[in-house]
């Protein structure tokens, strides 16, 4: 429903329904259990893109794609999958896309998405008609862990998340 609001342009009732959901992920990220901060990062990520922040949804991500993008991931380490008839591990993967509608509910690899798009993907998942999201490769990379970009600028996570926590409450 917040990403319907959104899309007419009313921001206050969409931020309304996000909210529930985004004061959730937070507090995931400021309780001292560390084995839930990836739910906790991924669910933040998929509200902010569904608000349409869509830079902020990419550091989100960012975090959560970071064991990928090293090539160092353990089966606890990842929690997307393509859903496309691919079957590729996630190492194999060499982009992923999130629909922007389905959000979490579809992710694609880069030979899926292409076959969402072109509807040929053989059984309904999706719509062609919807946009799509690349979040991996990361786009804006940073090497500091402690660290994040948005839009290009460089920012503590710790700063950042306190700043979303401040909005948000």
């Known amino acids: 429903l917040g990403a319907w609001y ?3 342009g009313n921001e206050k009732e969409a931020k309304a329904c996000f909210k529930p959901g985004m004061l959730e992920a937070i507090a995931l990220l400021f309780d001292d259990d560390p084995s839930n901060d990836s739910s906790g990062y991924a669910a933040l990520a998929g509200i902010l893109l569904l608000a349409g922040r869509r830079a902020e949804a990419g550091a989100a991500f960012s ?15 990842f929690i ?8 590729k591990s996630p ?4 982009e992923l896309h999130f629909c922007t509608v389905c959000l979490n509910e579809m992710v ?5 998405v292409g076959l969402v798009k072109s509807n040929k993907l053989g059984y309904r998942k999706c719509s062609s008609s919807h946009e799509f999201f690349m979040a ?22 710790k700063d950042w998340l306190a700043e979303l926590k401040r909005e948000w409450t």
Do not use: Q, R, W
């Not at 975090?63 to 380490?77: N, Q, R």
């Not at 490769?137 to 839009?151: Q, R, S, T, Y």
């Open 136 to 157: 991996f490769p990361i786009v804006e990379k940073i090497e500091d862990p402690n660290m994040i970009k948005i839009n290009g600028k460089a920012m503590l996570i």
């Open 6 to 8: 959104h899309s007419i």
């Open 80 to 87: 997307y999958l393509c859903d496309g008839p691919c079957n």
């Open 108 to 112: 694609f690899c880069e030979k899926c």
């Open 63 to 77: 975090i959560v794609l970071a064991p990928l993008d090293t090539g160092k991931t353990k089966g606890t380490d």
């Open 91 to 94: 190492k194999e993967y060499e």
